[in-house]
């Protein structure tokens, strides 16, 4: 059985820092990456990594934020830097399990950057 565990968000100023983590357990994953979903928004994709470390983000956030993975651990990060008001949503981790090829999501971290 997957399991993801989201950590890392809260309330911060624009420009600040903050680091997301995700868990993930019950198997080996190819593609890892984070979404996020805004009030009243779809939700959108922040950024992927591959198992080898290849990694595609979203125009917003290029340059700012950076996509980690320790596949050791099967731990996925996300370091934000630099954030804006507009980066305020629902972050969401998402795994994609080599055993099946499907997709799992986590249950979300919020996180809010006041202006």
């Known amino acids: 059985q997957v399991r993801l565990v989201e950590s890392g968000g809260g309330l911060v100023q624009a420009g600040g820092s903050l680091r997301l983590s995700c868990a993930a357990s019950?198997?080996?994953?190819?593609?890892m990456g984070w979404y996020r979903q805004a009030p009243g928004k779809q939700r959108e994709l922040v950024a992927t990594i591959t198992t080898g470390r290849n990694t595609n983000y979203a125009d917003s956030v290029n340059g700012r934020f950076t996509i980690s993975r320790d596949n050791a651990k099967n731990t996925l990060y996300l370091q934000m830097n630099g954030l804006k008001p507009e980066d305020t949503a629902v972050y969401y981790c998402?795994?994609?399990?080599?055993?099946?090829?499907?997709?799992?999501w986590g249950q979300g971290t919020q996180v809010t950057v006041s202006s």
């Open positions: 998402n795994v994609r399990r080599v055993s099946s090829n499907y997709d799992y």
């Open positions: 019950g198997g080996r994953f190819s593609i």
